[in-house]
Nanobody, 128 residues
Framework: QVQLVESGGGLVQAGGSLRLSCQAS????????MAWFRQAPGKDRNVVAV????????YYADFVKGRFAINRDDAKNTVYLQMNSLEPEDTAVYYC?????????????????????WGQGTQVTVSS
């Protein structure tokens, strides 16, 4: 069993920054692909960023490229999402997720159905 706990969300003005954290329990963290998704009211849950087990490979959705950065600290069982130049369109609940599957490159794990465990979500609100 894996538990994920997100933190770091909040209210920020457009142009501001936030850093989300997701701490994982269990001994599988270092061998798991990690990702951040987001879901706005009435919309689908979409991938934001994915990071491979080694941390050497990342994937970003087009709408966050150049503004967000994902990284992981295996010693702390934590994955981070640094969000800069935030826009009102970034307002959503942000979820951390982990994928335990083998053999699928991290950059191809962009669908929610490919993830095994989810955090409870953290609200990010960007005011204009």
């Amino acid at each position: 069993q894996v538990q994920l706990v997100e933190s770091g969300g909040g209210l920020v003005q457009a142009g501001g920054s936030l850093r989300l954290s997701c701490q994982a329990s269990g001994r599988t963290f270092s061998s798991s692909v990690m990702a951040w998704f987001r879901q706005a009211p009435g919309k689908d849950r979409n991938v934001v960023a994915v990071i491979s087990t080694s941390g050497s490979t990342t994937y970003y959705a087009d709408f966050v490229k150049g503004r967000f950065a994902i990284n992981r600290d295996d010693a702390k069982n934590t994955v981070y999402l640094q969000m800069n130049s935030l826009e009102p369109e970034d307002t959503a609940v942000y979820y951390c997720a982990t994928s335990l599957a083998r053999g699928i490159p991290a950059v191809l794990r962009v669908n929610p159905g490919q993830y095994d465990y989810w955090g409870q979500g953290t609200q990010v609100t960007v005011s204009s």
